[in-house]
């Protein structure tokens, strides 16, 4: 089974989101990047079956040559190889087109992307592979085994969850669940090294329309301060969220 | 040229954010100077989307579509974009409305925006604000195709009647076996409880509340509200309580009317999850827990005795109030 598992470059949670050049660009400096969580439980399933099935694991970054560490870092995670499609990921199709002509060349088997990248929450990319390539799709996932050409799978519903059963090949939008946050890899000294010895192949873009495009960035308004109430005086929280805020 | 919504619903009866979509709709269409279609899939009486604003619906009754199937829902949504010649589709951000959507902006070439909040900021150029950084900022995206697809982020817009009544015709796509690669075998949902996705309230609880015997407090507080329960990410993966009530980040993401934390420090990962509820209460036994930072109302003391006497009072207070 070949697998390929695409990344995203995502600033890490704690950083501070700044825009710069007249709010029209997310700000850079100082900002430190990690593989965005939703993909990197899917990284860590997909290591999973190589292990247990045999499978490789191909991971896959549309982004400029500043996204590097992080393929590395999935390389020493245990990934087999890594690509690069050299090419600023302007929305989500530009992204989804890229990946969809990896996927055609590279003849993957499952596909696990992200259900959503922490920076623009777009939540778009994985059905939109599917879209372009007509392969079946399950988002939300938050379980996957495979069988030969059978998949069993779990999806998260509003208010439970669902089984299903496709076939490969796959795209799939994963989520926490695929593993658990213990059963993440931190990568040791062996794979760092290994890491620099794996293929990391860079690939120029295919030409793909542009349908939308971020042309501003607004904070939001600071909040007021916390309305503090004493502990002894709970008629008055009541009394604040019936009259004034109006939730109760 | 008419807005086509998709307007969900489950168990036969729609869902509250269909009305929230085609309130919003109504607003978009006026702006835009036409009219608002709704699809509807296996619904007998439609009638109740005409009080939100919906000039016209196109119903499906189709046995195949008994279960959601993101694909053949996809399909369908195409067909009556097409059928309407609509420039805009407006589609919620319920699990399967997500799952759907990129379906459908692929199969109508259309640029898609997702979580948005408020009403297009222009029609032309036709730019809407989104959430985007786990809420930490608002993009403003433009969307240059002929077709758009909105999504729109969950409680961001509210429901708002308008006098009308709705023209239903039967609609009849067809609907291909290759939509349905993907077969649901089974379906568990947690009965007689408000589900996270649904709730207007959410009574959450950290791991200030010790060990999962004292989860009584929570559930008891949320039954007087009507609230769902849910907690923070320490406490599930201590396993005292579900994955499925993990709330922040990586959990479930929740845009409620009211969220109340219990003994949660309110760490930056939990509140990228939950920031986009309207109201914030914390309830914590130290004044320095940075959830104090974000909440609009905040209680510095123990929970212990604060919980019980809160939910006695709102007890009182529901009991006067129906």
């Known amino acids: 089974m070949k697998i390929l598992v695409c990344i995203s470059h995502v600033p890490d949670t704690t950083s501070k989101i700044n825009f710069s050049n007249g709010d029209s660009e997310f700000d850079t400096n100082g900002v430190q990047y990690v593989i965005n969580p939703n993909d990197e439980f899917g990284l860590t399933r997909a290591i999973w079956f190589q292990e247990q099935q045999g499978a490789t694991v191909t991971v896959v970054n549309v982004g400029g040559p500043d996204t590097e560490p992080t393929l590395r870092k999935a390389l020493a995670i245990g990934a087999n190889e890594a690509i690069r499609v050299n090419a600023n990921p302007t929305d989500g199709f530009f992204v989804a087109k890229q990946l969809a002509e990896v996927i055609k060349n590279g003849g993957y088997d499952l596909v696990i992307a992200g259900k959503e990248s922490l920076d623009y929450n777009g939540g778009m990319v994985p059905g939109m592979i599917a879209g372009i390539l007509g392969s079946n799709f399950l988002n939300s996932c938050t379980s996957v085994t495979v069988d030969g050409n ?16 496709t076939t ?3 795209i799939i939008g994963g989520q926490k669940g695929l593993v658990e946050e213990k059963d993440l890899r931190i990568p040791n000294m062996r794979g760092i090294m290994t890491a620099r010895t794996k293929a990391l192949t ?18 939001p308004a600071p909040k007021s301060a916390v309305k503090l109430v004493s502990a002894d005086n709970l008629d008055e929280l009541i009394n604040l969220l019936h009259n004034e805020a109006k939730v109760i | 040229m008419s807005i086509l919504i998709y307007a969900e619903s489950a168990e036969g009866k729609f869902k509250k954010v269909a009305f929230e979509l085609a309130s919003y709709a109504k607003k978009v269409a006026e702006s835009l100077g036409t009219t608002v279609t709704a699809l509807t899939v296996n619904i007998s009486d439609v009638s109740e989307l005409g009080k939100y604003g919906v000039d016209k619906v196109l119903k499906v009754n189709n046995d195949k579509l008994a279960g959601f ?20 589709v407006l589609l919620s951000s319920t699990t399967d409305s997500i799952y759907l959507s990129s379906l459908v902006a692929v199969a109508l070439n259309a640029g898609f925006a997702s979580n948005v909040v408020g009403l297009p900021l222009s029609t032309s150029p036709f730019q809407v604000k989104r959430n985007a950084f ?25 429901i708002f009647e308008s006098a009308g009544a709705a023209a239903a015709e039967d609609f009849n796509p067809s609907i291909g076996d290759n939509d349905f690669g993907v077969k649901v075998e089974s379906v568990e949902k947690v009965t007689g409880k408000v589900s996270i996705a649904d709730a207007d309230i959410v009574v959450s609880g950290g791991r200030g509340l010790k060990g999962p015997e004292n989860w009584g407090l929570v559930e008891n507080l949320a039954e007087v509200l009507g609230a769902a329960t849910a907690c923070s990410k320490p406490v599930s993966d201590l396993g005292w309580r579900p994955h499925s009530e993990h709330v922040g980040q990586t959990g479930k993401p ?26 914030k209460v914390v309830i914590n036994n130290d004044p320095e827990a940075p959830f104090f930072k974000v909440a609009d109302y905040g209680i510095v003391g123990d929970a212990f005795e604060i919980v019980p006497q809160l939910t006695e009072k709102l007890k009182a207070f529901k009991a006067q109030h129906s």
Request: glycine residues 8%; aromatic residues 4%.
């Open chain 2, 254 to 279: 929740v845009a409620t009317n009211l969220y109340i934390a219990i003994g949660i420090s309110g760490a930056i990962q939990h509140i990228a999850g939950i920031n986009s509820s309207k109201v």
């Open chain 1, 168 to 170: 490969l090949p796959l």
């Open chain 2, 69 to 88: 199937t993101a694909k053949a829902y996809a399909d369908v949504i195409k067909q009556a974009a097409e059928k309407e010649g609509t420039k805009v």
């Open chain 1, 150 to 165: 059978n998949v069993k799978a779990v999806r998260e519903i509003d208010g439970g969850k669902e089984t299903v059963s």
């Open chain 1, 202 to 219: 860079i690939l120029e873009p295919v030409d793909a329309p542009v349908n939308t495009k971020a042309v501003k960035f607004e904070k």
């Open chain 2, 134 to 158: 786990s809420n930490k900022a608002f993009n403003i995206t433009q969307i240059d195709t002929d077709v758009k697809v909105l999504g729109l982020a969950k409680n961001s817009y509210g």
